[in-house]
């Protein structure tokens, strides 16, 4: 019979990827098919194969581009990729080979891209973060985390005045940053240009009634390149050192434009990662939170939001630590089934942020399991929820933080500590579904 299709050509177990290349780590479930031909397919699809033999083709070239699956068991798959298949400093682009069709063929059940190694040649078209974890001391001057952050809740409503207001009674309670909330754009109620201005003033006023560094991450996610570009210059203009930016939602290249200006106005980006669990939450189907967050941190932002184990987001404990490690680090081994070795070289080491559905009541815990150091925490309904108002909530966050920082139990910090007894009063430990 003749030959159809030549899935089989792309795939050899005795082959050694090159060091040049990119290695990809995949999930995938196939029935109906072996798990040769299943890999061959990934492999096929997301390089240069398509689903029939093509007899014009110059054989000799093409196969220079061929992805080869060399490793596989019936559940999980690494294949390697010739660098020459990428465009060099394209995200998108990358993105469409090993993220792109392969999950929707039919041949598969299911597929999930666990990670990706990219070799120094590729890496060395990015930059990275300005600052990564160093804003802790070169925003905030402060000699260790956590930088602490706040959303001002309920998500929506508020008129810029009314924001701004509770913007400064957040300052005063010893947080170091208020946050928008990753659904506050320009909206008719709360103008962006008007909500920059009005925060701008307020941090000024805090900062110097309290000597402390005060910042934001203000929401520039936008509808097009051009008002993103604009949004980001106006913040600058307003002397933030920070913006912030629904990465998933705004897609890779206007990341990777944000990340340009962040450059050349010397900004710091903070990453919401709002939507990623439409294709994160599945151990079987999708691709991994660890491996969009590398991405981000390749691109440039400086800090990511990667879950809290304690808090109301899904999110396993080991992916989350494998996660936390990954952005930290400058160079990371390998984890069975979860995390590639990578080494990141030039690119700095990013800040983790844990944030949903925090309290002061649960920030211990949260401790343990992430450390103080390096790490930035946002505790919105958590500050906002106090029975007090907001700078009794902010002041509750921060009694929780030194009476972890002290060794100090909470309950024994609380009795000469009102606004966090209050909380404790009102939350205890519990943990927000
Ligand atoms: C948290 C939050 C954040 C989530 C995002 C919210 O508010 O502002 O967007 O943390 O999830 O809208 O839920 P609370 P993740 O502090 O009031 O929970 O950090 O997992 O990306
Ligand atoms: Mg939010």
Wanted: charged share 25%.
């Amino acid at each position: 019979m003749r030959k159809i299709d030549w899935y089989d050509e792309f795939v050899n177990r005795n082959y050694r990827p090159k060091k040049r290349e990119i290695v990809a780590l995949f999930r995938y479930g196939a029935t109906g098919i072996s798990s040769k031909e299943a890999v061959g397919r990934i492999a096929s699809e997301s390089s240069v194969g398509t689903w029939t033999t093509l007899p014009g083709m110059p054989v000799k070239q093409i196969n220079k581009l061929k992805a080869i699956a060399f490793w596989y068991n019936k559940e999980f798959a690494k294949i390697a990729y010739p660098l020459e298949l990428w465009e060099r400093g394209s995200i998108p682009q990358l993105m469409t080979g090993i993220a792109g069709n392969i999950f929707g063929m039919k041949a598969l059940k299911n597929l999930r891209l666990i990670d990706a190694s990219l070799p120094r040649e590729y890496l060395k078209e990015f930059k990275g973060a300005v600052y990564g974890k160093e804003a802790i001391k070169k925003i905030f001057k402060k000699r260790k985390g956590p930088i602490t952050a706040t959303v001002i809740k309920p998500k929506l409503g508020y008129t810029a005045e009314q924001h701004a207001k509770l913007a400064y009674e957040i300052y005063l309670g010893g947080i170091d940053c208020v946050k928008d909330d990753e659904n506050l754009t320009d909206l008719k109620f709360n103008r962006f240009n008007k909500r920059v201005e009005l925060v701008a003033k307020a941090r000024d006023k805090a900062e110097k009634e309290t000597k402390e560094i005060k910042d934001a991450f203000i929401n520039v996610t936008a509808p097009n390149l051009k008002e993103l570009e604009r949004r980001i210059r106006l913040v600058h203009d307003f002397g933030f050192r920070y913006f912030m930016i629904d990465v998933v939602i705004s897609g890779f290249t206007a990341v990777q434009t944000a990340a340009e200006l962040a450059k050349d106005y010397k900004m710091a980006i903070h990453a919401h990662r709002a939507m990623h669990a439409a294709f994160t939450r599945s151990n079987k189907h999708g691709i991994s939170m660890l491996f969009l967050a590398k991405l981000f941190r390749i691109i440039g932002v400086d800090n990511i939001h990667i879950g809290t184990i304690v808090g109301k987001m899904a999110g396993s404990e080991n992916e989350i630590i494998a996660m936390k490690e990954m952005l930290l680090s400058k160079k990371v081994k390998g984890i069975p089934k979860l995390r590639l070795e990578q080494n990141f070289y030039h690119i700095r080491p990013i800040l983790p942020v844990a944030s949903g559905g925090l309290h002061p009541g649960i920030l211990p815990v949260l401790f343990d399991a992430f450390g103080t150091t390096d790490i930035a925490i946002q505790v919105g309904g958590g500050v906002l929820g106090h029975p007090q108002g907001a700078e009794a909530g902010a002041k509750a966050v921060c009694q929780a933080i030194e009476a972890y920082h002290r060794g100090i139990k909470l309950e024994e910090y609380a009795k000469k500590h009102k606004e966090l007894r209050e909380a404790l009063e009102k939350w205890g430990t519990l943990r927000p579904m």
